[in-house]
């Protein structure tokens, strides 16, 4: 069983980056497909990004493309999500997510079963 443990949260202007790290533990990094999820304060979490376990596929929802970046080293047991030109809406607690690869295709999961606890990411106007 996998345990994900984000970081890189913070406070930032809009327009600004920020990078966010998941590390992965306790489990076969490269045997989970990996996402990104987010929670809006007085709203559902929502799916914002997907990578295959190879990294080779990548999937985005509309709002971020362009803006935001997922990538993965298998070698370090870490997920990123690049995240640049953050906009006031961005702010959300941000979540990696992790299931089994053979469970999922290129674009994503029906669901994942394996989350981290969150990183606050808060973007000033």
């Given at each position: 069983?996998?345990?994900l443990?984000?970081s ?8 600004g980056s ?10 076969r ?22 990578i ?28 990123y ?5 953050l ?11 992790a ?11 029906d ?15």
């Amino acid at each position: 069983q996998v345990q994900l443990v984000e970081s890189g949260g913070g406070l930032v202007q809009a327009g600004g980056s920020l990078r966010l790290s998941c590390a992965a533990s306790g489990g076969r990094f490269s045997s989970y497909a990996m996402a990104w999820f987010r929670q809006a304060p007085g709203k559902e979490r929502g799916f914002v990004t997907h990578i295959s376990w190879g990294g080779e596929s990548t999937f985005y929802i509309d709002s971020v493309k362009g803006r935001f970046t997922t990538s993965r080293d298998n070698a370090k047991n870490t997920v990123y999500l690049q995240m640049n030109d953050l906009k006031p809406e961005d702010t959300a607690v941000y979540y990696c997510a992790a299931q089994f690869a053979d469970y999922c295709s290129g674009y994503g999961c029906d669901n994942y079963d394996y989350w981290g606890q969150g990183t606050q990411v808060t973007v000033s106007s």
